[in-house]
């Protein structure tokens, strides 16, 4: 999966394959019954701002304060556009095992938060549309840090 993420991710691998780049990838998502996700989020300049694979992953706090994408959420999963902020937790803690079975607990925030929140969630058989106000889909609270 983490494979996937990587290829996805280099433009020209990208091309040469048609993939869809993407950040997370769920187990679930290639046909696999295992509570695992793999999470690659690139920062500014080839920066890695988070790279794992997560094992039995579980969020054991979260903040109050919310946050969503400007743009909106994308899905491998989801061949279109469903537009409406998913609302989340600004900052998540996490406990999960890594793939060589060392139990971890990070603290995640923004773009990484979400991202992890998003493939937990596919765990759970949760997609991201099940989050966004199916009557005012760009409706969010004014605290809320709106990522760009």
């Given amino acids: 999966m983490m494979a996937y993420l990587?290829?996805?991710q280099d433009e020209e691998q990208n091309e040469k394959y048609h993939l869809r780049p993407g950040v997370g990838l769920a187990a679930p998502q290639v046909g696999q019954s295992k509570a695992m996700a793999a999470v690659l989020v690139p920062g500014d300049d080839n920066e890695i701002l988070f790279k794992e694979?997560?094992?039995?992953?579980?969020?054991?706090?979260?903040?109050?304060?919310?946050?969503?994408?400007?743009e909106?959420?994308?899905?491998?999963s989801v061949d279109k556009d469903v537009p409406g902020y998913v609302v989340r937790a600004d900052r998540?803690?996490?406990s999960y095992q890594n793939e060589a079975g060392e139990h971890k607990k990070i603290r995640l925030k923004n773009y990484p938060a979400i991202v992890c929140q998003h493939e937990i969630d596919h765990l759970n058989g949760v997609l991201f549309y099940d989050h966004i106000n199916k009557e005012?889909?760009?409706?969010i609270d004014p605290d809320a840090v709106i990522i760009k």
Avoid: M, Y
């Avoid at 005012?136 to 409706?139: Q, V, Y």
């Fill in 136 to 139: 005012h889909p760009f409706t």
């Fill in 6 to 8: 990587v290829i996805s």
């Fill in 92 to 94: 998540i803690t996490i």
């Fill in 72 to 76: 909106g959420e994308g899905c491998l």
């Fill in 53 to 70: 694979v997560l094992i039995n992953p579980r969020i054991i706090s979260n903040s109050v304060q919310h946050a969503a994408l400007a």
